[in-house]
Structure formats: structure tokens, C-alpha cells
């Protein structure tokens, strides 16, 4: 059996996924898959077509026309044959080597369901001198977390910036199969939608799963798309939803995943507060900081009484520091965002991968086989 499918949702006609998956492809190995989920009316690049005809190992399925991208990635997961599952956006760049890593994790962490990694943030958009430097951590060992303290800070916002502080779920992560067929029976969303499936693949990864495992090793780097706000398809009786910013999209997703399993949403909390002020002081244009300031606070009036309405005190920062600092700090190297050049995500880290540890170095220390021998 295939040990890792790498899912691909495709939402429009973008050329960005022939050159991911040829990237991929520069690995000659039967360990991965890669699925490609699509919306009927949605057209391939010619390239990958040819690919999938020539032999290389592609699925191709296709979903409802207009499909949403809620649905797009249940249809790429159902079609996934691996042993694990992850997802990346076309515009995103994978490790294959992951299909090593996760081997070697069957073996040494027979329980662990779930695993994560340090995940690059690149905005392609950024200009060269005005953007913060990107930091590479410097461990590289595979731990395992503790699913309390994930739980705590997934549905209590504990430590969070405007999102929580979780990295477990399917987006830039991986599950087992045994977890994903668990994940995969219950039901589908009927009465409810998001534009933010990666939040309530992460709420159902961190409920179900039994072990964590979290590499400090970035094995992704992830082209960042700037949230934008839509009103939800189903309104429902709770104040918080995508209409408003990321952070009440994180929290209108966990309400209905916990609504679906008959429990109370329980985040607001001051830190979930807090989250909804870090949202608002992310925006750079003082208008929309207002426009999304208000939502928040009207919102906050008609939750539980408006009890938590008077700790939202956002304030509007015009001037922003930036990290420019290079070297070793605190753990991490600190490098230029636009090192030998880099553009996007996949140019990033093409360059970064020479200085990462080998993820056979990783994976007990050689070359990992199979067959859990030294090559």
C-alpha cells in the first residue's frame, strides 16, 4: 500500500500545481501519491494531464461543479489511497521525504496518529526590504505533544495570536489512515459552511487522534493568501463567524464541529478576546481596522450578555517593526525572506532545504528503508 498521499485541491484553472507536483515528481519513488481534487468545471494544466497518462503515480478526482472548497478537500481525502494523508495548496511546497518520516514513525511511535512540523509562512506578494526575516529552527528531533495542553490552547485560545497556537490537522500536517476513516464517518457538513476547512480538519485531528507527534524540522512552506471575509452560507445563533476576520472563522468552525457532537462551545474566554484584538491590529488600513473593530465589538454585546465586551480594547498600530536581525537567536537561524533570490514559496524552499537536516538523519540517524535497515 501507498504510505503517504499528498492531496492537491485545485479551486481554479492555476498553473501553480503542474510545477508542484513536477517538483514533487523529482523524487523517484513509489512511497507517495499525489491526489488531485478538482471541481468538474475546472480544467487541469496540460502538463499534468500527461503526466498522470505517462505513468506517474496521480489520481485525479473530480468534484461537483462549483464545488466549495470545504467539499474539494472531503472529496481529496476520500480518494486518498496512503497509509497518512496530508494536503498542500497548489501554490504550497511539501517534503517529499515525509513518506520517510512517517514510515519511521510507525515503527518508533506505533500510537501516534498525528503529526506536525514547523511550517514556512511566505507571502510572494512582499517586498524586498520590507519584509521580517524568516526564522529556521535549529532542532530538528521528532517529539510527542501533549494532547491536553493542544486542547487547551486549540478550543481555549490559550497563548494564541489571532489564530491558536495547533498545528495538528491535515492542512501542512499528517494523519494515519486509521484516524482519517474515523474522521471520514462522520457526517458531512450539511447545514453549515467555511472558507476555513483547515480549522475543522484541525478541531476533529486534535478530538480524535490518540498520540501527537511534532517535528521541529520545517517540512513546508505555505504561500500565504490573506483571509477574506465571507458572510456564512447558514446563519446560525452564534455572533462569531467568517463574515467578520480569520479569528471568528476559527471559532464559527469550532462551535458547529462541537454542535455536531452535542457539546457546547466553550471559548469565550479573555484569551479568545485577546485573539479577536490581535485580529483587528493585524489590519494595516485604519478603515478596515474600524469596520472589523465594530464587528468584533457588536459581536462581543451579543455573546452571553456582553460580558466580555469591555476587555476588547484593540488599538491601531500605523507603524510596524520589522524583524530584520540575522544569525542564531534564541534557537532559531534568522534569514533574509529573499535568500538567493526567492519569490514564492516553492523558490523559498528549495533554497532552504540545503541547510535542513536530512530527514534520514532524522529517522534514526541513517538512510531509513522499509525494512528499518541502514542502507
Not at 24 to 52: C, H, W, Y
Not at 187 to 215: G, H, I, M, R
Not at 301 to 315: C, D, I, M, N, S
Not at 327 to 356: K, N, P, S
Amino acid at each position: 500500500m501507498t504510505k503517504l498521499s499528498i492531496c492537491i485541491p485545485v479551486e481554479t484553472a492555476a498553473q501553480d500545481v503542474l510545477a508542484l507536483v513536477a517538483m514533487l515528481l523529482e523524487k523517484q519513488s513509489n512511497d507517495f501519491e499525489i491526489v488531485i481534487a478538482k471541481p468538474a468545471d475546472v480544467a487541469l494544466p496540460k502538463g499534468v494531464i500527461e503526466l498522470a497518462a505517462g505513468g506517474a503515480n496521480i489520481s485525479i478526482t473530480d468534484a461537483a461543479a462549483g464545488a466549495a472548497r470545504q467539499h474539494l478537500w472531503r472529496q481529496a481525502a476520500q480518494a486518498a489511497k496512503g497509509d497518512w494523508v496530508t494536503l498542500i495548496n497548489p501554490s504550497d511546497v511539501l517534503e517529499s521525504d515525509l513518506a520517510t518520516m512517517v514510515a519511521f514513525l510507525e515503527t518508533t511511535s506505533p500510537n501516534v496518529d498525528a503529526l506536525a512540523w514547523n511550517a514556512f509562512q511566505i507571502d510572494r506578494h512582499a517586498e524586498p526590504g520590507k519584509a521580517s526575516s524568516i526564522a529556521i529552527p535549529a532542532n530538528y528531533h521528532i517529539e510527542t505533544f501533549d494532547k491536553t495542553a493542544m486542547l487547551k490552547a486549540f478550543f481555549y485560545w490559550e497563548n494564541s495570536l489571532n489564530v491558536p497556537k495547533m498545528p495538528f490537522g491535515l492542512y501542512h500536517a499528517a494523519i494515519r489512515r486509521s484516524l482519517l476513516d474515523v474522521l471520514l464517518q462522520l457526517p458531512e457538513p450539511q447545514d453549515w459552511s467555511t472558507p476555513s476547512p483547515q480549522y475543522e480538519w484541525a478541531a476533529k485531528v486534535l478530538l480524535f487522534a490518540n498520540e501527537l507527534a511534532f517535528c521541529a524540522r520545517p517540512m513546508s512552506a505555505i504561500d500565504i493568501v490573506p483571509f477574506a471575509a465571507q458572510p456564512p452560507l447558514h446563519p446560525w445563533n452564534f455572533p462569531f463567524h467568517s463574515g467578520i476576520g480569520l479569528a471568528s472563522a476559527v471559532a464559527e468552525v469550532q462551535f458547529h464541529v462541537l454542535r455536531e457532537l452535542d457539546t457546547p462551545w466553550s471559548g469565550g474566554s479573555e484569551a479568545f478576546v485577546r485573539a479577536l484584538m490581535i485580529d483587528c491590529m493585524m489590519e494595516t488600513d485604519r478603515e478596515a481596522f474600524k469596520t472589523k473593530g465594530n464587528a468584533y465589538f457588536a459581536a462581543l454585546q451579543a455573546f452571553e450578555g456582553g460580558h466580555l465586551a469591555p476587555v476588547f480594547r484593540p488599538e491601531y498600530h500605523e507603524i510596524r517593526q520589522r524583524d530584520e536581525r540575522r544569525g542564531l537567536h534564541d534557537g532559531v537561524l534568522l534569514i533574509d525572506r529573499f535568500i538567493a533570490g526567492a519569490r514564492d514559496a516553492r523558490e523559498f524552499y528549495r533554497t532552504v532545504r540545503l541547510m535542513l537536516a536530512p530527514i534520514g538523519l532524522i529517522c534514526g540517524g541513517a538512510l531509513y528503508t522499509k525494512d528499518n535497515r541502514a542502507a
